[in-house]
């Protein structure tokens, strides 16, 4: 998983991911990886970009001119800056809080515009988008690709598998959901939904009603096999509003 292997894998119509180096966030070892999507103007989308590297940046110059560099969440920017130095006519997307949490870090990201609760014009057509709202300490935008019908969700589930994972690791790793095959939105970020689920449980809906074939998650197995039922699982066992009971 050395970044001079980071390399664009095909997922899917007009869609790639790339799979980074493993990263330390708090002491724990994650692995990190980046969703492309060709837009039907040509241009590419990098959620959440791993980190640089020359031989994915040749690669991708081959698809397409780099156009969107998308940090889904508050904890997911660190490489934007890079990607913006070489590429300086892509535009940096804010997601909700980043701003703030990047600049407390000392990283200086010349963020161009936010990510809003719609898609934005630039992928309308190719790209539906909704902000999960209703936690104090995460919010993440959520995109779902139509022609590959292929969701992107960040830190909302994680699914690892546990050998990959230091050994002190493993104990909190299963405690917090977050373990393959059956990994789930890790236990603090749904704590922190308690007494807003109703907002979690409309934009799940939301999701299920986009009828994804495939889940990309950033840390961990993409989910390919029974995704409606690993998507409710994954949310916990919420039931998505309107079809509750
Ligand atoms: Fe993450």
Same mark, same amino acid.
């Given at each position: ?40 103007? %040509? $241009? &590419? ?9 020359? +031989? ?8 397409? *001119? ?96 546990? %050998? $990959? &994972? ?9 405690? +917090? ?8 939105? *890790? ?59």
């Amino acid at each position: 998983m050395a970044n001079e292997a980071a390399t664009l894998t095909p997922l899917g119509a007009e869609i790639w991911i790339a799979d980074g180096p493993v990263i330390d966030f708090y002491r724990i070892p994650f692995p990190t990886r980046m969703t492309v999507i060709r837009l039907a103007s %040509g $241009d &590419l989308f990098l959620h959440s970009p791993i980190a640089f590297s020359a +031989g994915l940046a040749a690669e991708l110059d081959a698809l397409g *001119p780099v156009r969107h560099l998308v940090s889904p969440n508050w904890i997911h920017y660190a490489y934007i800056g890079d990607w913006a130095a070489r590429y300086p006519d892509a535009i940096c997307w804010a997601s909700p809080g980043v701003r703030d949490r990047a600049a407390s870090r000392g990283v200086e990201i010349a963020f161009d515009r936010d990510l809003g609760d719609d898609a934005a014009g630039d992928w309308a057509g190719d790209i539906d988008q909704l902000i999960v709202h209703g936690s104090k300490a995460h919010t993440e935008v959520v995109f779902f690709h139509r022609k590959s019908r292929t969701l992107v969700l960040t830190d909302l589930i994680e699914n690892m598998h546990a %050998g $990959d &994972l230091p050994r002190w690791v493993r104990p909190l790793a299963r405690l +917090g959901g977050i373990l393959a095959p059956n990994g789930k939105m *890790p236990l603090d970020i749904w704590m922190s939904f308690a007494g807003n689920r109703d907002k979690l449980r409309a934009a799940l809906a939301r999701m299920l009603d986009w009828q994804p074939d495939i889940v990309v998650l950033a840390h961990g197995d993409i989910l390919r096999e029974n995704v409606p039922q690993r998507l409710r699982e994954g949310f916990r066992g919420l039931s998505p509003t309107g079809h509750s009971h």
